[in-house]
Nanobody
């Protein structure tokens, strides 16, 4: 069992930066690959980034590549999403999630946090 709690969201201007954090509880955190998703009003949940259990591998969606960086600290049971050069279209609720798979499909993720709101003003 893994419990996840996101933080770090807020209101930022276009071009600004935010770092989201995801605190995990449960002894098996380091066994899971960790992902970030986002969901804007009226839209489906969208994959953002994924990092392997060891932190050695990661990838991002094309829409955030070059701007967002995912990382993790297994000693602290934490996952991060550093978001730079933010755009209004990045506005959404951001969720972290845990999976034993290696893909971007939301239905393959076992555990989800409750989300944190990110709003980018133009």
């Amino acid at each position: 069992q893994v419990q996840l709690l996101e933080s770090g969201g807020g209101l930022v201007q276009t071009g600004g930066s935010l770092r989201l954090s995801c605190a995990a509880s449960g002894r098996t955190f380091s066994n899971y690959n960790m992902g970030w998703f986002r969901q804007a009003p009226g839209n489906e949940r969208e994959f953002v980034a994924l990092i392997s259990w060891s932190g050695d591998n990661a990838y991002q969606s094309d829409s955030v590549k070059g701007r967002f960086t995912i990382s993790r600290d297994n000693a602290k049971n934490m996952v991060y999403l550093l978001m730079n050069s933010l755009k209004p279209e990045d506005t959404a609720v951001y969720y972290c999630a845990a999976t034993r798979s290696w893909n971007s499909r939301a239905d393959t993720y076992d555990y989800w946090g409750q989300g944190t709101q990110v709003t980018v003003s133009s």
